[in-house]
């Protein structure tokens, strides 16, 4: 029998997009079985709690397995690395938005490289329609009452709108 080819998607995913679930649908078509990883990302300050955001992944993601592969979502708060050789990971997968994404994921990459050479990285380029699409613009764009159904899921634009009426944001930005 054929070794599974596990894949990691990471991503803080705070929240999720349709870009990151088009990448998760192009994903599948490579490997056995894909983990999503949500990190647990001190430097940001998510919208989000990581229950909530790993909820709205695992609703959101698997319906996109098509019978291609399986899906799992799981938290991480370790190096990249050492998170991708526990669950016995061979790809590492990334969506790439623009020129800028590049630089950053490069870097990465020699990084990770020289922490563990077994592990490949594989790039996916962005739909062209979702290129612009970055989750700290999302909220951005919901905070000031902006529709950001193209951005997002029905679920998760509904989740996002909830919270910030929770927040008390109102539609010119403020809070209360």
């Known amino acids: ?69 399986t899906i799992e979502v799981q938290t991480f708060d370790s190096l990249l690395m050492q998170f991708a050789e526990k669950i016995g990971a061979s790809v590492i ?23 563990n050479s077994e592990i490949e990285t594989v790039f996916l380029m962005a739909d062209p329609r979702h290129q612009a699409i970055a989750s700290r613009l999302v909220k951005e764009i919901a905070m000031l009452g902006g529709n950001i159904a193209p951005f997002t899921s029905p679920y998760v634009a509904e989740r996002i709108v909830k919270r910030y009426k929770e927040l008390g944001a109102k539609t010119d930005g403020t809070r209360s």
């Open 1 to 69: 029998m054929a070794k599974t080819r596990v894949g990691l998607y990471p991503g803080t995913f705070d929240p999720a997009t349709l870009g990151h679930l088009d990448i998760v649908k192009r994903a599948v078509k490579l490997v056995d079985h894909l983990v999503i990883g949500v990190a647990t990302n001190p430097s940001k300050s998510p919208l989000f709690t990581l229950d909530e955001r790993m909820e709205m992944v695992r609703h959101e993601a698997t319906p996109l397995a098509e019978g291609r592969a």
């Open 93 to 115: 997968v990334r969506g790439l938005r623009a020129v800028s994404d590049f630089e950053y994921e490069f870097q990465m990459v020699a990084m990770n490289q020289r922490l």
